[in-house]
């Protein structure tokens, strides 16, 4: 019998140590992801391990009654409309557009936010330097002195396109917080100027992205208010659709929309 030579010997227990590391953090793997209790011991071949049911993602009720309130009334809308537009008529297509109105302001905050948390989360600062919005690749001139309690310092960029401005809402990609508030840009000379207050704490930002979000939350509630939209199609009072021209339109008799005013060519505003 042939024996085996200490090297030999050495490279089967570093195969063996591999795979015990191997099969270790697979188990451990499985545990994190699955979120299995830990186990008294090994499982049987057979037994079912068990697994957590999927997540249901509910939206807060506040939101979730909302939405349902806007599909309520878009509904009632849309009651009776055509679903090609060329088959209905210029009142008919204003109340569509008015129904798709309701949830517009809803669908652009969705691709703002989208935009922004992908600026923010999944570029590194080379790659905001060639993005339109943000400003990458910043770096620490010098400080410029006190205004009040605050300091003011002076970064410097490259050259680039970005959305940045004096009194625009910035934030740090690095931090998630805000870096200071921007008192002075100089595009051709390629510096910024961030007033900190005397309690910062965070570190100087390499990149700034555009933070300010115009809030719409009354322009949508303000849509819902018109007993106009709120009542839909139920009365046939519910008063006149505002339209660039003033002429009326004739519709059928108790439509809530009758007399609504379109323009010409039979498109609402």
């Not at 060329?86 to 517009?104: C, G, I």
């Given at each position: 019998?042939?024996?085996?030579?200490?090297?030999?010997?050495e490279?089967?227990?570093?195969?063996?140590?591999?795979?015990?590391?191997?099969?270790?953090?697979?188990?451990?793997l499985?545990?994190?992801?699955?979120?299995?209790?830990p186990?008294?011991?090994p499982?049987?071949?057979?037994?079912?391990?068990?697994?957590?049911?999927?997540?249901?993602?509910?939206?807060?009720?506040?939101?979730?009654?909302?939405?349902?309130?806007?599909?309520?009334?878009?509904?009632?809308?849309?009651?009776?409309?055509?679903?090609?537009?060329?088959?209905?008529?210029?009142?008919?297509?204003?109340?569509?557009?008015?129904?798709?109105?309701?949830?517009?302001?809803?669908?652009?905050?969705?691709?703002?936010?989208?935009?922004?948390?992908?600026?923010?989360?999944?570029?590194?600062?080379?790659?905001?330097?060639?993005?339109?919005?943000?400003i990458?690749?910043?770096?620490?001139?010098?400080?410029?002195?006190?205004?009040?309690?605050?300091?003011?310092?002076?970064?410097?960029?490259?050259?680039?396109?970005?959305?940045?401005?004096?009194?625009?809402?910035?934030?740090?990609?690095?931090?998630?917080?805000?870096?200071?508030?921007?008192?002075?840009l100089?595009?051709?000379?390629?510096?910024?100027d961030?007033?900190?207050?005397?309690?910062?704490?965070?570190?100087?930002?390499?990149?700034?992205?555009?933070?300010?979000?115009?809030?719409?939350?009354?322009?949508?509630?303000?849509?819902?208010?018109?007993?106009?939209?709120?009542?839909?199609?139920?009365?046939?009072?519910?008063?006149?659709?505002?339209?660039?021209?003033?002429?009326?339109?004739?519709?059928?008799?108790?439509?809530?929309?009758?007399?609504?005013?379109?323009?010409?060519?039979?498109?609402?505003?």
């Amino acid at each position: 019998m042939a024996l085996r030579s200490p090297q030999t010997d050495e490279t089967l227990r570093s195969i063996e140590a591999y795979n015990r590391d191997d099969c270790v953090s697979n188990w451990r793997l499985r545990d994190l992801v699955g979120g299995a209790a830990p186990r008294a011991g090994p499982a049987r071949i057979g037994e079912p391990l068990p697994r957590p049911g999927p997540a249901e993602a509910e939206a807060a009720e506040e939101l979730s009654g909302r939405l349902a309130h806007v599909a309520e009334v878009a509904d009632r809308l849309c009651a009776e409309v055509p679903a090609e537009e060329a088959d209905r008529t210029p009142e008919q297509h204003a109340r569509w557009l008015l129904a798709q109105l309701l949830s517009w302001h809803r669908r652009e905050e969705k691709a703002f936010w989208w935009r922004f948390f992908h600026l923010m989360n999944e570029l590194t600062d080379e790659e905001r330097i060639v993005e339109r919005e943000p400003i990458g690749g910043l770096t620490l001139v010098e400080c410029l002195g006190q205004v009040a309690r605050s300091t003011v310092y002076r970064y410097r960029f490259p050259e680039q396109e970005h959305a940045v401005d004096v009194g625009t809402e910035v934030c740090d990609p690095a931090t998630g917080r805000s870096p200071g508030s921007v008192v002075a840009l100089d595009a051709a000379a390629g510096t910024i100027d961030l007033r900190r207050g005397p309690k910062t704490t965070v570190p100087h930002p390499t990149s700034l992205v555009p933070s300010g979000h115009v809030a719409t939350g009354q322009l949508r509630d303000s849509l819902l208010r018109d007993r106009r939209v709120g009542s839909g199609a139920r009365h046939r009072r519910a008063g006149r659709l505002p339209c660039r021209s003033g002429a009326a339109a004739p519709t059928r008799a108790g439509s809530a929309w009758q007399g609504a005013a379109v323009p010409a060519g039979g498109r609402a505003a």
